[in-house]
Antibody, heavy 123, light 106 residues
């Protein structure tokens, strides 16, 4: 059974770069026609999609974050990663990695999620 | 930009039917997906492509989508259904979530 697990620093200073990794276990990140996404959720608020990557390296980002986001993949390690630059307190959130499944029409849905990891931006 | 509107809260007694709406301009032309999130847990997909259920999701969960409103219906509501529910669509190269609805089981 495929599982996702986020990892990375829980505390990042303002203006620095947030870096997280999602490790896929129980299956190959390259199997099937899946994309892999990052989603975040500030405390007490709703979900925000950050972006996605395919194992070919093709990416798609939320326009509101695109200038600060880089998502990469390492198929040899069965991992994909998130970098968010120039962070502020507004980037404090629980960050989830998720597996994307193609929808019957345009777009995708998230059929598998990691447990999430809290990242706090503070000096 | 496209906006998804959900009621902040819905309350229902056990055994009754809960209906959670997700409003958007001509949302009926899009595929809508629904997630359940319990406190301290990751979201779980409960309905995809308007009305399909992933394996393991009870038949009590169903969805519909037409015009400007998509609806998640939970029949015979149980205490364990108390959670936040989010709708999600794809628009203009981005995934969008509704603001979420807190379902309270009275």
């Amino acid at each position: 059974q495929v599982q996702l697990q986020e990892s990375g620093p829980g505390l990042v200073k303002p203006s620095q770069t947030l870096s997280l990794t999602c490790t896929v276990s129980g299956g190959s990140i390259s199997s099937g026609s899946y994309y892999w996404s990052w989603i975040r959720q500030p405390a007490g608020k709703g979900l925000e999609w950050i972006g996605r990557i395919y194992t070919s390296g093709s990416t798609n980002y939320n326009p509101s974050l695109k200038s600060r986001v880089t998502i990469s993949v390492d198929t040899s390690k069965n991992q994909f990663s998130l970098k968010l630059s120039s962070v502020t307190a507004a980037d404090t959130a629980v960050y989830y990695c998720a597996r994307d499944h193609s929808s019957s029409s345009l777009g995708w849905y998230f059929d598998l999620w990691g447990r999430g990891t809290l990242v706090t931006v503070s000096s | 930009s496209y906006v998804l509107t959900q009621p902040p809260s819905v309350s229902v007694a056990p055994g009754q039917t809960a209906r959670i709406t997700c409003g958007g301009n001509n949302i009926g032309s899009k595929s809508v997906h629904w997630y359940q999130q319990k406190p301290g847990q990751a979201p779980v997909l409960v309905v995809y492509d308007d009305s399909d259920r992933p394996s393991g999701i009870p038949e009590r969960f169903s969805g519909s989508n037409s015009g400007n409103t998509a609806t998640l219906t939970i029949s015979r509501v149980e205490a364990g259904d108390e959670a936040d529910y989010y709708c999600q669509v794809w628009d203009s190269s981005s995934e969008l979530f509704g603001g979420g609805t807190k379902l309270t089981v009275l």
